[in-house]
């Protein structure tokens, strides 16, 4: 039986299981809600990193190589009822290099929101960092590129599929979207963006590996922060920018 490696809030690791469930395959779920020792971890990549995912004699770790192996690898299945197919690959092959150039992209916002996240649950807020707050700066230069990037009123990176660029760019966006990370993805000027995302959001495949949230020893947090986590579980209860929307009104 295949086998992820994960932890509960990666956006990288909810793009492959979202991938793993597009295209029906069953996986073992070897799920952290904490970051295990250097040792345990040595054991599943030498990255430190999940996911890692293990196929028969296959063990292969980065989200990018798990997702190129799934869509290679594995037949499509069919889409859910009036949505788009699942692309039949990582990149197309007459649009290569601009392909690459979006998913290597996509792979340094996901780095920069992860980095603020992280330097939060050590007590560093991105305000008051120098290295944070460039990386707070980096994801609104990104966004407007992905928004450029996209096509049609609708917003898709490849026309008529579903694409690992539209998987991966959801996932990053939900995964601002569901924490306390004072971020935002959305703006009155990536109305492709919001299309992207609010079309994302209605597949089942999304439905069924929803942006979860955890993050350990959080010492950060505001009191508007630590109340809202207070109603916040791993797999439900509101995110955080209903909920300071909600308070706001
Ligand atoms: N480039 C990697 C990034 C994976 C990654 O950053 N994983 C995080 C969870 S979101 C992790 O395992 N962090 C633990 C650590 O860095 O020690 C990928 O796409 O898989």
């Not at 979006?102 to 007590?123: D, I, R």
């Not at 898709?156 to 599929?161: E, I, K, Y």
């Not at 569901?178 to 609010?198: F, N």
């Amino acid at each position: 039986m295949r086998k992820l490696f994960f932890t509960t809030g990666s956006p990288f690791a909810r793009a492959v299981r979202i991938v793993l469930v597009e295209k029906g395959l069953e996986f073992e779920r070897e799920e952290t809600f904490t970051t295990p020792s250097v040792e345990e971890r040595a054991k599943v990549a030498p990255t430190l990193q999940v996911p890692t995912l293990v196929d028969g004699s296959l063990t292969l770790w980065d989200s990018a190589v798990i997702i190129d192996y799934l869509m290679s690898s594995y037949p499509g299945a069919s889409a859910p009822e009036g949505m788009d197919p699942l692309a039949t690959g990582y990149v197309r092959a007459t649009e290569s290099w601009h392909d690459k150039l979006v998913l290597a992209t996509l792979q340094t916002f996901g780095v920069s929101t992860t980095t603020v996240s992280q330097l939060q649950w050590s007590g560093i807020r991105h305000e008051e960092n120098g290295h944070a707050a460039r990386c707070v700066l980096r994801n609104q230069h990104l966004l407007d590129w992905f928004e450029a990037q996209l096509t049609g009123a609708g917003g898709a990176f490849v026309p008529g599929v579903i694409s690992a660029q539209d998987i991966l760019l959801t996932c990053i966006c939900q995964f601002i979207e569901t924490r306390p990370l004072r971020l935002s993805w959305r703006a009155p000027g990536r109305p492709k963006l919001a299309s992207l995302v609010a079309r994302m959001e209605r597949r089942p495949s999304l439905q069924q590996e929803p942006a979860l949230w955890w993050e350990p020893g959080v010492t950060y947090a505001t009191a508007a922060e630590v109340e809202w986590a207070k109603h916040k579980t791993i797999h439900g209860g509101p995110s955080f920018s209903e909920w300071a929307s909600r308070s706001a009104s």
